[in-house]
Nanobody, 124 residues
Framework: QVQLVESGGGLVQAGGSLRLSCAAS????????MAWFRQAPGKEREFVAV????????FYTDSVKGRFTISRDNAKRTVYLQMNSLKPEDTAVYYC?????????????????WGQGTQVTVSS
């Protein structure tokens, strides 16, 4: 099993920034691709960003390109999501996810491991 613990959520004004962290334990962190998803009330969980095991490849959903940055520190067994220029539409519970397959991390139904989620609220 891989255990993921998220932190860094909170309330921020539109245009502000926030950095989410997800600390992993259990199996070897560096073997896993990591991703962030988000789910707004009444909405389906949607993909946000993914990073490969070595950090060599990143992909973002169109709505966050240029604003969000996913990164990882394998020595610290932690993945981050730096969120800049936040908009009210970014308000959601954000979940980190891990999978040996980065392709599986593009779809919530295929994800092997989830964090508990952290609330991000952006006020206008």
């Amino acid at each position: 099993q891989v255990q993921l613990v998220e932190s860094g959520g909170g309330l921020v004004q539109a245009g502000g920034s926030l950095r989410l962290s997800c600390a992993a334990s259990g199996r070897t962190f560096s073997s896993y691709a990591m991703a962030w998803f988000r789910q707004a009330p009444g909405k389906e969980r949607e993909f946000v960003a993914v990073i490969t095991w070595n950090g060599g490849s990143r992909f973002y959903t169109d709505s966050v390109k240029g604003r969000f940055t996913i990164s990882r520190d394998n020595a610290k067994r932690t993945v981050y999501l730096q969120m800049n220029s936040l908009k009210p539409e970014d308000t959601a519970v954000y979940y980190c996810a891990a999978d040996l397959s980065p392709q599986d991390l593009r779809s919530s139904r295929l994800v092997d491991y989830w964090g508990q989620g952290t609330q991000v609220t952006v006020s206008s």
